[in-house]
């Protein structure tokens, strides 16, 4: 997970605290914390969602300086191959968008900033 927030997105490792299990990963102005199911947090918070019962729909990072085909070219060289962007309405008004899954099967939207 660590490994795919990073490299793929380009998150950067803000917060380490693994005795207790949070990893905190820097998306713009957002945090992303990332908490093993089997740590101290991870057991606290209860089982691990399951494909019948996820805890959460997707989430979207808004996307600065980057168009729709460097986009999908960086996506590509992971080995990453979203449907085209299409255009979606968030918290932002519309612009365009693609889904992609991280590791754990968690649905993550990349919205391109408007022009």
């Known amino acids: 997970m660590l490994d795919f927030y990073q490299h793929v997105l380009g998150c950067s490792l803000e917060r380490e605290l693994p005795e207790i299990g949070l990893f905190q990963l820097r998306a ?3 945090l992303i914390d990332v908490v093993p199911v089997d740590s101290e947090l991870g ?3 209860g089982g ?3 494909q019948d019962g996820r805890n959460l729909e997707h989430f979207c990072l ?3 300086d980057l168009d729709e085909r460097r986009l999908l070219e960086i996506l590509a ?3 990453i191959y ?3 962007a299409k255009e979606r309405y968030g918290a932002g008004g519309f612009s ?3 889904y992609i899954n991280d590791p754990e099967g968690n649905v993550v939207e990349l919205k391109l900033q408007k022009a």
């Open 28 to 30: 713009g102005e957002a």
């Open 43 to 45: 057991r606290a918070g």
């Open 48 to 50: 691990p969602p399951r």
């Open 62 to 64: 808004t996307l600065a």
């Open 77 to 79: 060289e992971h080995g």
């Open 82 to 84: 979203p449907d085209e």
């Open 96 to 98: 365009k968008s693609v």
